[in-house]
């Protein structure tokens, strides 16, 4: 420092720098910043710039000592020790505890049971919200981490119309993250969760597509959440009979027992009955296509009259090269049962077997049928609806269970002896300009009426009336219903000319 071309200084500055003049503050400004630089080039000569740059960057103000009300902090310090809310000690304790007003220690000796934390806490708040203010709300914020590929996948599947069932009453809100509020109509799911996940593995393994986790697959199902079906009178009459036979068929294996049936020839064919009634519960409606290399899953196929080449439908897009092994349990449990019952030596009782299976084989066999043809009139009937224009309107009908009546303190007798009434349902299904699909339930009620087709054709000419008041735009109306005779009959094929005429419809 010797060598530097420093000057000395010639005088100590004793009054305050607010209080000198210019001149004396720009000397001393000078002085010091040569200073300063004389010292830096002595540690690394030629850059005591980049020196200064990093010192000043740690270099902090000293703090004022700011001298507090003592009666206000005493007070401060009284509400935040009577105080049970975490957040409101945080508030008060931040308008005291700021390095410039109180030390840690002068803290923790005016308030017993202070801790580091908690002052450090109260600080944090003071800098980044104001002493003693509010915090601001937090914004909700939520962390997507799941591949949107596979969540897409995964509720396409579990959406399938195969699994779920739109009652024509009752309404569900579905609330977004956003606020926004929709009302769907209410749902039912026909499988429960375990069985459509398992679906759900074994069809991404035929598709060969790496899935979510079964437990992030059940909080999608916990999350879409729908109704189950609880109650199971009025069930379809082909549907239940198929299910009670594949029970028959069980018990009647289990008959065969007796008549030196080997333990081996049992398990084998009852296993094959239990995984045939599994497969037809849950996996086979969802293998039906309109066009498949099995014959079983081939709409067009299964649905072709061999006999009448009118009703036919030929596949020459494709061949039917393709075995489903699940559907070829029907044959072979069929072959068994059949071969286990010729052995049985009492020729009353092999009659008596032999006609029971043969029944619940062929009901077996109907519910397969019965699916098929379920499953290509939901197609039909969901490419009607996305064909449905503003001018027209689809009538989905059925009678439903019959209505109980109930009456205030009723007694044993009038309960026991009381008739349903009739109850039929009509939902009417609109599509208006640039909305999405709008329905509307119609209930009619009778009191000693038969379901004829009588009743359907009035039914069908009071339901127009209405909809030609309450949505006189309408000029076409489509009806679908079941296979009930009630419908499907001449008689109220022959009525629906005049019922349009009178209607307008």
């Excluded at 020196?51 to 003592?70: F, H, Q, R, W, Y």
């Excluded at 092994?325 to 059949?338: A, D, H, K, R, Y």
């Amino acid at each position: 420092m010797l060598d530097s071309k420093i000057s000395p200084v010639k005088y100590m500055i004793k009054k305050d720098l607010n209080e000198s003049n210019a001149s004396t503050v720009r000397y001393v400004k000078r002085k010091a910043n040569d200073t300063i630089h004389c010292v830096l080039d002595q540690i690394a000569p030629g850059q005591s710039s980049k020196i200064l740059e990093l010192v000043g960057a740690d270099i902090k103000p000293v703090p004022v000592k700011i001298e507090s009300d003592t009666s206000i902090t005493n007070l401060i310090a009284k509400l935040y020790s009577e105080s049970d809310n975490n957040m409101l000690k945080c508030q008060l304790l931040s308008l005291i505890s700021s390095p410039n007003m109180h030390t840690k220690s002068e803290l923790m000796e005016l308030i017993p049971d202070l801790t580091k934390h908690k002052i450090n806490q109260s600080r944090t708040h003071a800098s980044q919200h104001g002493p003693g203010s509010l915090p601001l709300k937090k914004e909700l914020s939520h962390r997507n981490r799941m591949d949107e590929v596979k969540l897409y996948h995964a509720l396409s599947f579990f959406l399938n119309p195969d699994f779920q069932q739109i009652c024509s009453y009752g309404t569900k809100k579905l609330e977004f993250d956003n606020g926004e509020v929709v009302t769907i109509p209410q749902i039912v799911r026909t499988t429960c969760h375990s069985l459509l996940i398992d679906m759900y593995a074994s069809y991404c393994n035929e598709e060969h597509f790496n899935p979510l986790s079964k437990s992030t697959q059940f909080k999608l199902l916990a999350t879409c959440a729908a109704a189950k079906r609880s109650n199971l009178s009025g069930l379809d009459n082909i549907a239940a009979d198929g299910a009670a036979s594949m029970d028959n068929i069980i018990a009647t294996l289990q008959k065969l027992q007796e008549h030196d049936i080997s333990k081996d020839e049992f398990e084998e064919t009852t296993s094959g009955v239990k995984a045939l009634k599994l497969y037809m519960k849950t996996i086979y409606k969802f293998d039906i296509k309109k066009t498949s290399h099995c014959k079983d899953h081939c709409i067009n196929f299964a649905l072709s009259n061999t006999k009448d080449i009118l009703l036919q439908e030929a596949c020459t897009d494709h061949s039917h090269d393709d075995v489903c092994n699940s559907c070829n349990l029907l044959g072979n449990v069929t072959e068994q049962i059949f071969k286990s019952v010729q052995k049985v030596s009492d020729e009353e009782s092999r009659d008596d077997l032999y006609t029971t299976t043969t029944i619940d084989i062929n009901n077996v066999k109907q519910r397969k049928a019965h699916q098929l043809r379920t499953k290509n009139q939901d197609e039909a009937r969901l490419k009607l609806l996305e064909s449905l224009e503003p001018l027209q309107l689809l009538l989905v009908m059925d009678w439903a269970m019959k209505f109980l009546p109930m009456r205030c303190r009723e007694k044993q007798s009038d309960f026991f002896v009381q008739k349903g009434l009739n109850w039929h349902v009509s939902v009417a299904i609109v599509k208006p300009e640039n909305t999405t699909l709008q329905h509307k339930t119609y209930v009619h009620l009778f009191d000693g009426v038969g379901q004829d087709w009588f009743a359907v054709a009035s039914i069908i000419e009071n339901m127009l009336m209405t909809i030609k008041k309450q949505m006189p735009n309408i000029e076409e109306v489509f009806l679908c219903s079941d296979n009930a005779t009630c419908y499907h009959c001449g008689c109220l094929w022959l009525s629906l000319y005049g019922i349009s005429q009178r209607t307008g419809k």
